[in-house]
């Protein structure tokens, strides 16, 4: 069945540096893929998402490339802040089902 | 502001007593959804409604029972048969049931069997 893998956390950084979170999946047909962040005790919002091959998601400075070839949405920010802290969800939805796949989550910290 | 509502935000709950989880829409949203959430954990899918007076077992539902009689209102209920209840349960909801669709998510409940 369709899954989605995220790599494991927790992430801590410091303020201004490059955040990577790597994301691969699994899935039949043509899946679109999201991220969506959660701050703390709160729901999930989206952050960002790609609904076909080579599309690149962007939102308040992070981006994913929708990579068919390598099944991947690694989520990228080029200096992060205090206030991205949070927990962030790599998720697919697949013309094969009426649901959304969520992975694990990673949870980031960003320190000053 | 169109959104999601969800009530109430803590709830406390003795051990053989059912729930209810409300959760509202004023988004027009033709599809909506509950999700268990446990530490460390990602979301599972307890049930979800395309359309009104009509839902689906998602992957986790034994244990809960839910009714979608209008378009803006999705309860939960948590019957004494879910053996391990304590959790932050979110409801979302989408516009259709469509892949490309994004989820909107309310601030959720944390239920708590003492």
């Known amino acids: 069945g369709d899954s989605v893998t995220q790599m494991e956390g927790p992430v801590t950084l410091s303020e201004e540096a490059f955040l990577t979170i790597n994301c691969t999946y699994t899935?039949?047909?043509?899946?679109?893929l999201f991220w969506y962040v959660q701050y703390p005790g709160e729901g999930l919002q989206l952050l960002l998402k790609?609904?076909?091959?080579?599309d690149k998601g962007s939102n308040k400075g992070f981006e994913a490339t929708y990579r068919k070839e390598t099944t991947s949405f690694h989520l990228e920010k080029g200096s992060v802040q205090v206030s991205d802290s949070a927990v962030y969800f790599c998720a697919l939805s697949s013309t094969s089902y009426d649901k959304v796949i969520f992975g694990p989550g990673t949870s980031l910290s960003v320190i000053p | 502001d169109g959104g999601i509502t969800q009530s109430p935000k803590y709830l406390f709950r003795k051990e053989g007593q059912n729930v209810t989880l409300s959760c509202e829409q004023n988004l027009n949203h033709d599809a909506m959804y509950w999700y268990r959430q446990d530490p460390g954990q990602g979301l599972r899918l307890i049930y979800y409604s395309q359309i009104v007076n009509d839902f689906q077992k998602g992957d986790i539902a034994e244990g809960y029972s839910v009714s979608r009689e209008k378009k803006e209102s999705f309860p939960l209920t948590v019957t004494s048969a879910q053996k391990n209840p304590t959790a932050f349960y979110l409801c979302?909801?989408?516009?259709?049931?469509?892949?490309?669709?994004?989820?909107?998510f309310g601030p959720g409940t944390r239920l708590t069997v003492l």
């Open positions: 979302a909801s989408s516009p259709g049931g469509r892949n490309t669709d994004t989820q909107y």
């Open positions: 899935a039949t047909g043509y899946p679109s």
């Open positions: 790609a609904t076909k091959a080579d």
